[in-house]
Structures are given as structure tokens and as C-alpha cells.
């Protein structure tokens, strides 16, 4: 019984681990898109939530990461868009329904600095 909940635990372990590894990577490939938007010369908008603690926002989070996935400056970070869906779940509070969400037409280096500073406080309130 002892040896069946050891490796419980274990696999356990090596899933959050491989988590906090994939959240990681998503922060540095953001850092990377960060730098790409920087230089962008189209000045793309996003609607940005004002508050990106409000679990209202999820779906606007999510709505500006898919147009970003459409930018074709950002294509090579396909890896960062791949990880990201697996881990939407993970980043995703249990709410039953939506509610309002503020919302303004940023810079997408504003939308992005939202973005890590989400995927950051998801971590935390996970651990």
C-alpha cells in the first residue's frame, strides 16, 4: 500500500513538474515574441483587458492569443501557441459564467506583458 501511494505521489510530482517546465518555456517564448512586437512596423492593437486579475477576462485573454497566433510575424512561435493550448486548462479558473470584462485596443507588447504577467499569477495561485 505504501509503495502504490510512493508512486502515486511521484507521478504526481513529475506532472506539476513537467507543467512548471512547459510554463517556463511559455514566459521565454513570450520574452522572444515580446522583442518581435517591439519591432513591429503594422502596429497591431489587441483588445487588452484593463484588469488582468479579473477571472471575467479569461476568454479576452484567450481571444488575443488567437489573433495573435494569426500575426504572420509571429508564425515561428507555433511552439508557443501549441504549449499554450495544452495548457489553457491549466490556466483556466473553474467560474460557471463570465461576467464583464473591461477592455481597451492595446499595443500587442502591452497584450503580451498582460499575457506573461497572467500565466505568472496562474502559476502561483496553482502552487
Same mark, same amino acid.
Given at each position: 500500500? #505504501?509503495?502504490?501511494?510512493?508512486?502515486?505521489?511521484?507521478?504526481?510530482?513529475? =506532472? *506539476?513538474?513537467?507543467?512548471?517546465?512547459?510554463?517556463?518555456?511559455?514566459?521565454?517564448?513570450?520574452?522572444?515574441?515580446?522583442?518581435?512586437?517591439?519591432?513591429? =512596423?503594422?502596429?497591431?492593437?489587441?483588445?487588452?483587458?484593463? @484588469? $488582468? @486579475?479579473?477571472?471575467? /477576462?479569461?476568454? +479576452?485573454?484567450? *481571444?488575443? +492569443?488567437?489573433?495573435?497566433?494569426? @500575426?504572420?510575424?509571429?508564425?515561428?512561435? =507555433?511552439?508557443?501557441?501549441?504549449?499554450?493550448?495544452?495548457?489553457?486548462?491549466?490556466?483556466?479558473? =473553474?467560474? *460557471?459564467?463570465?461576467? #464583464? /470584462?473591461?477592455?481597451? %485596443? %492595446?499595443?500587442?507588447?502591452?497584450? $503580451?506583458? #498582460?499575457?506573461? +504577467?497572467? $500565466?505568472?499569477?496562474?502559476?502561483?495561485? %496553482? %502552487?
Amino acid at each position: 500500500m #505504501k509503495a502504490h501511494l510512493y508512486l502515486l505521489l511521484l507521478a504526481a510530482g513529475i =506532472s *506539476a513538474a513537467s507543467q512548471l517546465s512547459s510554463v517556463a518555456e511559455l514566459l521565454t517564448l513570450l520574452q522572444q515574441m515580446w522583442e518581435v512586437m517591439a519591432r513591429d =512596423s503594422q502596429n497591431l492593437r489587441i483588445e487588452t483587458p484593463d @484588469n $488582468i @486579475n479579473d477571472v471575467n /477576462c479569461i476568454s +479576452t485573454i484567450f *481571444a488575443g +492569443t488567437e489573433q495573435l497566433k494569426s @500575426n504572420p510575424d509571429l508564425k515561428k512561435f =507555433s511552439a508557443f501557441f501549441q504549449k499554450f493550448e495544452r495548457l489553457k486548462p491549466f490556466l483556466t479558473p =473553474s467560474i *460557471a459564467k463570465e461576467g #464583464k /470584462c473591461d477592455t481597451e %485596443r %492595446r499595443r500587442a507588447m502591452i497584450f $503580451i506583458g #498582460k499575457l506573461m +504577467t497572467f $500565466i505568472r499569477k496562474a502559476l502561483k495561485a %496553482r %502552487r
